[in-house]
């Protein structure tokens, strides 16, 4: 099969005119909004492609909306991942800042993330792991003293 060219046949269709274009803006705004009961007339019709021109920027923003949801819902999912293994972080940088003298070798804090819930998480975690871990190391360590002495 050899590759040809698609050709469609455009001898039939005009071009566009403003007005096709108003029509077809008032059928998708038709689409958008809830069913009513009443078929719009002629004269009504006409009416409402020149209020749909102000609503036409209202629903621009309001689909820009969904793309700030999507990258907070990103962002936060990145957060709760993250919200341990930082707690954690900021205990050793608490750490580290407290033991070394001066304010000038001090590590700058991690800011603080934007979402309450993995903040939160972060907080805790922060006096958790750090507790959990020095737990465990000290009952090692207790296990391989006692196991010398007794």
Request: proline letters at 7%; a negative charge; glycine letters at 6%.
């Amino acid at each position: 099969m050899e590759n040809q060219p698609f050709e469609v046949d455009v001898s039939g269709f005009d071009a566009l005119d403003e007005e096709d274009l108003l029509r077809m803006d008032e059928r998708s705004q038709r689409l958008n909004e809830p069913i009513v009961d009443e078929v719009p007339t002629t004269e009504e019709t006409s009416e409402s492609t020149q209020t749909t021109q102000p609503q036409q920027t209202a629903t621009s923003k309001e689909a820009a909306e969904p793309k700030e949801e999507e990258g907070n819902a990103l962002k936060t999912t990145a957060e709760a991942a993250l919200a341990i293994p930082t707690g954690t972080l900021d205990w050793g940088i608490s750490l580290y800042n407290k033991v070394m003298p001066g304010e000038v070798i001090d590590l700058p804090n991690i800011p603080k993330f934007q979402n309450e819930v993995t903040q939160s998480i972060r907080d805790i975690s922060s006096v958790v792991v750090p507790t959990i871990l020095i737990t465990k190391g000290l009952g090692a360590a207790g296990a391989a003293a006692h196991t010398k002495v007794g």
